[in-house]
């Protein structure tokens, strides 16, 4: 697939049709966790907001639907999901090509007031890789977890915040990265519904921050206690979130 290839893509909406981006209609496409993401960060407008591994661009322009004015910066492995991001971005958009364990230069040199990510979910030397190279380079691990961690550290402009969604099993391997400059962490559990473990978390950390470490009670995403018919059984806090643009307050 080319990134200007319009029979290989969908455009999708978001936010309840706030928001509408290309993305390819086979292989990785983004779902509610970048938008859960995006609603977590407390921007405000004219701030700078990098996403490290930003694919299309859904978490960065969910935000700036909701927080207009933020100046974005994004970097992206994969050419063509790159190329999608900066034609979805519209000129808000500053995407770079390149690999986050080496920075592209022109990101090296900034320091930001928010970094996000939603990094590849699976260790693949404990998971068998996709056959679809787009969503093996999305949900499989290249860069460790860890290096994430840290480029987002470096990457903070004093007092500014990371962001991460992951999945509940790897917290320990997330918390464990988190560089010492990075305090004040809270830990927000996903469960899909009442009485379900948690199988993802948004976490926050501030640079220099010293607030004691906060475990929030789980967010839970679906009402009823288990899927009893076809539609939109989100909660009133999620639905708000997924079709309005609310902020994930926490």
């Known amino acids: 697939m080319t990134a200007n290839n319009d029979e290989d893509l969908s455009l999708d909406a978001f936010l309840g049709g706030r928001v509408h981006l290309w993305q390819p209609k086979r292989g990785y496409r983004a779902g509610i966790d970048a938008v859960l993401l995006a609603a977590a960060v407390p921007a405000e407008a004219r701030e700078s907001v990098l996403e490290l591994g930003c694919g299309v661009g859904v978490a960065s322009l969910c935000l700036n639907a909701r927080v ?82 840290r480029t987002a550290a470096k990457r903070l402009l004093p007092k500014g915040q990371a962001h991460f969604i992951h999945r509940a099993e ?18 927000l559990p996903l469960a899909a519904r009442t009485g379900r473990d948690p199988d993802r978390v948004i976490l926050r950390a501030r640079k220099n921050g010293r607030g004691a470490f906060r475990l929030h009670a789980p967010l839970i995403l679906h009402e009823g206690a288990r899927h009893e018919a076809d539609g939109d059984s989100y909660t009133a806090t999620i639905r708000a979130v997924l079709r309005k643009g609310a902020p994930l307050l926490f």
């Open 170 to 187: 790897r917290l320990p391997e997330l918390l464990a990265a988190l560089p010492r400059d990075l305090g004040s962490v809270q830990v």
């Open 68 to 149: 207009p004015g933020l100046r974005l910066s994004g970097v992206e492995l994969q050419e063509a999901q790159a190329a999608l991001a900066r034609r979805n971005g519209q000129g808000v958009f500053d995407v770079h090509t390149g690999d986050i364990a080496r920075m592209p230069d022109a990101l090296r040199q900034r320091q930001f007031d928010h970094v996000i990510a939603n990094p590849p979910y699976f260790d693949r030397a404990a998971s068998r890789p996709s056959a679809n190279p787009t969503r093996e380079a999305a949900h499989g691990e290249g860069a460790p977890l860890a290096k994430w961690v």
